[in-house]
């Protein structure tokens, strides 16, 4: 969270575009019940690790809470942040796991907002726009998860 204050930060003072994804692995609490917590932690290592190795030098992630991640993007559009949440998405969907002879079906909801900054503005916070991407990841459960929701999509703005 430092890491992305100080990204907002550097875009009230220079201005520039910043996209925030947030997502969580679906049906998760299941997994830990029927498999064990070790287990649900291999697949939180899993998706952390996939997730890790499509990001840009540029890009922040942590895990923001349980099986739920943020992505900061700093000086990514909407539409590009979308396509990367959406490529990841697919990425851990591609690779089930093997566990106790079961195959299991890893998938993941994914939220993303976005706010473009004008040097010296601070109508937007990190918070904010926090808010605007867990409430289109919860749209996107809506949906039925494993699919992608911008904050825009979940207000209805566009399709």
């Known amino acids: ?6 990204v907002f930060e550097s875009l009230t003072i220079n201005g520039g575009g910043v996209s925030i994804i947030m997502f969580d692995i679906d049906h998760f609490k299941k997994v830990n019940d ?5 287990i649900g932690d291999h697949i939180l290592v899993h998706v952390a690790d996939t997730a890790k190795k499509s990001l840009r030098n540029t890009d922040i992630m942590g895990r923001y809470g349980g099986e739920e991640f943020i992505i900061c993007m700093a000086n990514t559009p909407l539409y590009q942040a979308c396509e990367f949440a959406e490529t990841l998405r697919e990425e851990i ?3 089930n796991r093997l566990i106790n002879g079961e195959e299991v079906v890893i998938t993941s909801s994914f939220g993303v907002s976005h706010a473009y900054i004008n040097a010296g503005e ?4 990190i918070h904010s726009l926090m808010k605007q991407a867990d409430e289109a990841l919860y749209a ?4 039925g998860r494993n699919c992608v929701q911008s904050y825009r999509q979940a207000l209805g703005i566009v399709k």
């Open 140 to 143: 996107a459960k809506g949906k």
């Open 93 to 95: 969907a591609k690779e």
């Open 122 to 125: 601070s109508q937007y916070s």
């Open 34 to 38: 029927t498999f064990g917590h070790a």
């Open 1 to 6: 969270m430092e890491k992305i204050e100080e």
